[in-house]
């Protein structure tokens, strides 16, 4: 099992910028893969950003050159730094850690953390 903590969400003005960071615990060993979703009442959940243990990434055509997903294997986690926002990446955002272990597929996810972005 793997264990998912979301942190840096808030309030931010157009523009402005936010540090999103996630903590995994538990069996880390078999995550081959970290990434956040975002969802919002009117989407379904969608990919954001990911990044692979050998530290491939890609990203949301929306996001593209704004947002930068990262990983720091020693302290566990992944972050995701998001400038120029924008009133459309309000959202609740969540960490995804993805099993290659036992549990091959198996996708964790944490409790989300708010994003908002006045118009």
């Known amino acids: 099992q793997v264990k998912l903590v979301e942190s840096g969400g808030g309030l931010v003005q157009p523009g402005g910028s936010l540090r999103l960071s996630c903590a995994a615990s538990?069996?880390?060993?078999?995550?081959?893969?970290m990434a956040w979703y975002r969802q919002t009442p009117e989407k379904q959940r969608e990919l954001v950003a990911k990044i692979t243990n050998g530290g491939d990434t890609n990203y949301a055509e929306s996001v593209k050159g704004r947002f930068a997903i990262s990983r720091d294997n020693a302290k566990n986690a992944v972050y995701l730094q998001m400038n120029s926002l924008k009133s459309e990446d309000t959202a609740v955002y969540y960490c995804n850690a993805e099993d290659g272990g036992a549990n091959w597929g198996y996708e964790y996810w944490g409790q989300g953390t708010q994003v908002t972005v006045p118009s």
């Open positions: 538990g069996s880390i060993f078999s995550i081959i893969a």
